[in-house]
């Protein structure tokens, strides 16, 4: 049975900051390149950042410079350090795994002002 379970989300002041987690079972985690997305009330779902097996970054310009994303393959976990929040940051966060297609439940993370 394949899980993602996404942890770590909650309520926050601007400028603040946040760890999301996502443990994964049932994928062959090191080989998944992992992707964080946001979804806003109204709105697309987006790519926040995504990490490959090997460890290659990328990131969303709205967040390059203030996010971090990081992996242990030992633990089949993706994190997602988020510095320097933003209220436009308010949106339920998911994990994905790109080539096995299986994506979190969610959390929410609200950012006040």
């Known amino acids: 049975q394949v899980q993602l379970v996404e942890s770590g989300g909650g309520l926050v002041q601007a400028g603040g900051s946040l760890r999301l987690s996502c443990a994964a079972s049932g994928i062959i985690f090191s080989f998944n390149t992992m992707g964080w997305y946001r979804q806003a009330p109204g709105k697309q779902r987006e790519l926040v950042a995504y990490?490959?097996?090997?460890?290659?970054?990328n990131y969303a310009a709205s967040v390059k410079g203030r996010f971090s994303i990081s992996r242990d393959n030992a633990k089949n976990t993706v994190y997602l350090q988020m510095n320097s929040l933003k209220p436009e940051d308010t949106a339920t966060y998911y994990c994905?795994?790109?080539?096995?297609?299986?994506w979190g439940q969610g959390t929410q993370v609200t950012v006040s002002s």
């Open positions: 994905h795994s790109w080539q096995q297609d299986y």
């Open positions: 990490i490959t097996g090997v460890g290659t970054t």
